[in-house]
DNA sequence: TAATGAATGAAACAACTGTTTGAATAAGGT
DNA sequence: ACCTTATTCAAACAGTTGTTTCATTCATTA
C-alpha cells in the first residue's frame, strides 16, 4: 500500500533529519512513490509528518506508576522498572519504530515543529508524572513541589543524556555503544543514586 | 568592521537555526551587508561557519580540576566549582556568545558538521577530564573505568539536561524559567548527589 | 463492455538556496 | 592628479525545495 510505504519512509527521513530538513523528494525515493503522492495520500509535507507521527505514538509501551507499590520494599523494584524500561523501550534496536520517534522528538527538541506541545502533552508528561508518583511514594509528603521536581529532572537527565546524546557518550567512552553494553548497569546506577537521595531525607 | 558584522550575524543565524539551515542571505540581512560579502571576506558558508566558532572558542572560562583539591575538605567545594562554573558559563545571559554557542553545540550533538569531531576534542573533552580527575580523588585508585565514567555521564546528564533541555524543562516545571530561578539549588543537588555516591564506596 | 472514480506519472511552477560575476565605489600611496 | 588595491553592490547563475497541473493508468461497478 502507498500509504503506508510513504510513512515509512517518511519516518526514517524525519529521524535522520528532521521536519524541515527532510524533503519529500528523498521519501518518495526511498519509498519509490511519485512526488505527488504526497499531496494526493496527504495534503502535503506537514500533514504527512503528524499522520507519521500519530502512527509510531500508538506503538509506545506503558510506564509503571506509584499505585504499583504497595509496600517500601517495592519502592526500588518499581523506579528500576520505570527506569529500565524508559531507556528500554526508546533504545530498543528490534522495535525500530521507537528509535525513529526517539531522533524525532530530539529534533522537535531542538527545532520544533509545530506539533512540539501536543507531543510533549501526550507523550513526556505522563511519563513524568508517572516517574512523580513513584517518587512521592518514598518521600515525606510535605516535600516542596522544586524538590521533588529536581529528583525527577535528575533521573529524567541520567536517561536523556544517554538516550538523546549518545555520540557524546561514545566520544567520551570511545570503546562501543555504552549504553547498549552496560543497560543494565546504568539502570541499576542511576536507581542507586535516586534511592541514596530518597533515603537520606526520610 | 564588515567582518565583524557578519561573524555577530553569523553567530546569532547559527544558534538558532544550526548550520544547515542557516541561510546566508538572512546572516547579511542581519549584519546589513551584501550577499557577495560572504564569500568575499570569507570563502564560503563553511568558513565563516568555522571562524565564527574559533572567536567565539576563545571566550570560554577555565573549569577546575582534581589538582585543586588538597585535602578531602576540599573534594566539595572544587566539585561543586565546576558544576556551577559548567552551568553558568554555558547559560550566563549576560555574555551571550555562551548562550548561542550553547545553542550551536546542541545543534551539532544532532546534526554534526565537518567541525563536530575538532569541537569535541578541544572543547568538550579537557572539560570532562578535568571532572574525571575531581572524581578519582574521592574514589578509590582501583575503581573501574566504567563505574567512574557512569559518574562522570550522571554529572553531565544533569547538567546538559538543564542547558540543552531547557524546553523541556520549561514544560514540565510549566513556572519560569527553572534553572535561572533555582541555579544555587541545582548546583548543590547535583554536588550533593555526586558526593554520595562517592562516600558509599569509600 | 462501458463508464466512473481513484491512483499514478512526467513535467512544470514559483520560491528558495549557495555561489559567481562584473561593474561601481572607496581608500591609500606615489 | 594618478594608479592600484580593497571593498561593496545589484544582478544573475545553477541547483534544490514544496506544490500543482493534467494526462494517463488502474480498479471497481453498472
Known sequence: MTKNKIIVAALEEFAEHGYHAATIRNICRRAGVNIAAINYHFSGKAELYRQSLEMVFKLKPPLPCGEKIQSDSDLKSVLQDW??????????KI??????????????MLNPSEIFDELIETHLKPDVYSLESILRKGLPPDISEKEIKMRVFSILGNCVFYLFHERLVEKIWADGDFLEDNIEMVVDHITEQSLMGLKLIQ
Open 83 to 92: 527506569i529500565k524500561t524508559f531507556l528500554y523501550r526508546s533504545n530498543n
Open 95 to 108: 522495535i525500530q519504530e521507537n528509535l525513529l520517534l526517539k531522533k524525532i522528538v530530539h529534533h522537535e
